[in-house]
């Protein structure tokens, strides 16, 4: 790491915002010598870190995944913003006419039954139990597809899960994305805070593939999406059976509700974040002299603001996006030139109108 010498670090806590975690970033911190940023996708279980450890083993920024704690985080006075995963919108699109049927007898499902999918691991806190009460519905398959990730509990699961008839497809599928244009709806019957991240990444596949999602009120789904059209945030798991094999039957439009997890908008905001962390360190050492250390206020306003350029310097390490001509050598002389420009065209005011965009009419 020290002979790397990162212009700055991103530690992506496999956790959430745990002690354990903190001094690991604390070390990375150490050994690096430049700004650290500390990501958390999944929400805290259990008691977080006290405001004194917090503060005292605070990174230069801590991204997290809902607005709560982010919230709670800033109260101790640190510089703090949320972050999600990202979703690939290239690769998890909606289907083309006549492909949902193309890859139902691709992969061997049944053409006329509702399909109901569920993506992610075989473990107790992801509540997959509820997909065999989806199997148990007349007219509805239940497709679970479930990720190479394997816990104690997962073989044991799977059994259970076959035997109330449905259809576990097992280990790494490098095509996930077919599943969510062949199904009618998604559901995410998740409870736990530990089986997830906060903002679950099959949640925004599915919607990114304009597929209905029925799921619980899980981490940061209603702080970020509410209950937009498509999205059915249940009150209670004992309703997500009837309400997603009833989701099956509508078309819906949400992949505009995912635009803004895309790589490329998550890329560019954390690019502007660390660059900001950077220029922030610098703005530290050049004024150590002359005043005190910006407070948290003031790291907020540099951190929101003026990202012009941000990602090309941190792909690029700050070159610039042009190289200098060599400067002309012959002398430069005046010269006439003939006026090229066109005679001016009106329009008759017949042709222009206003559209009144508040008029229904």
């Known amino acids: 790491m020290r002979a790397a010498r990162p212009t700055a670090v991103i530690y992506v806590s496999r956790s959430s915002l745990t002690l354990s975690a903190l001094l690991r970033a604390r070390l990375v911190k150490r050994l690096c010598g430049g700004p650290l940023a500390f990501v958390a996708l999944q929400s805290s279980s259990g008691r977080p870190p006290s405001g004194l450890v917090l503060r005292w083993l ?3 920024l801590m991204l997290l995944p809902t607005e709560r704690e982010r919230a709670a985080a800033f109260a101790e006075g640190l510089l703090t913003a949320t972050i999600s995963a990202g979703v690939d919108l290239e690769r998890f699109r909606p ?8 890859l139902r007898r691709k992969w061997g499902l049944s053409l006329d039954d509702r399909l109901v999918l569920h ?3 075989l473990r107790e806190g992801r509540n997959l139990r509820v997909m065999a009460s989806i199997a148990a519905l007349p007219g509805v398959t239940a497709v679970v597809a479930a990720s190479s990730w394997r816990g104690p509990e997962s073989e044991g699961l799977r059994r259970e899960l076959l035997a109330s008839g449905v259809k576990v497809l097992d280990g790494f599928l490098p095509n996930v994305e077919e599943l969510y244009r062949l199904a009618d709806s998604y559901v995410f019957p998740t409870v736990a805070s530990d089986s997830a991240v906060a ?3 099959s949640v925004l596949e599915a919607l990114a593939s304009d597929l209905p999602v029925v799921s619980t009120d899980f981490g940061a789904l209603s702080e970020r999406l509410g209950n937009a059209p498509g999205l ?3 009150e209670s798991a004992d309703l997500l059976a009837e309400r997603a094999a009833a989701a099956g039957g509508v078309r819906v439009r949400t992949r505009h509700l995912v635009e803004p997890y895309g790589w490329d908008a998550i890329t560019e905001g954390l690019a502007g974040l660390l660059d900001e962390l950077v220029l922030e360190r610098h703005r530290d050492r050049r004024d150590a002299c002359v005043g005190p250390i910006p407070g948290v206020a003031g790291r907020l306003r ?3 603001v003026d990202r012009g350029g941000a990602m090309r310097r941190i792909l ?3 070159p610039p996006g042009h190289r200098a001509r060599p400067v002309s050598k012959p002398p430069i002389v005046a010269a006439d030139e003939a006026d090229l420009r066109s005679p001016a065209v009106m329009a008759h005011a017949s042709d222009i109108g206003v ?3 508040d008029d229904t009419a």
């Open 58 to 60: 605070a990174p230069d």
């Open 95 to 102: 289907p083309q006419p006549g492909e949902r049927a193309a």
């Open 119 to 121: 993506v992610g691991h």
């Open 199 to 201: 903002l679950p990444l």
């Open 232 to 234: 059915d945030l249940v």
């Open 302 to 304: 540099v951190a929101v």
């Open 316 to 318: 690029f390490g700050g």
């Open 355 to 357: 559209i009144d965009r």
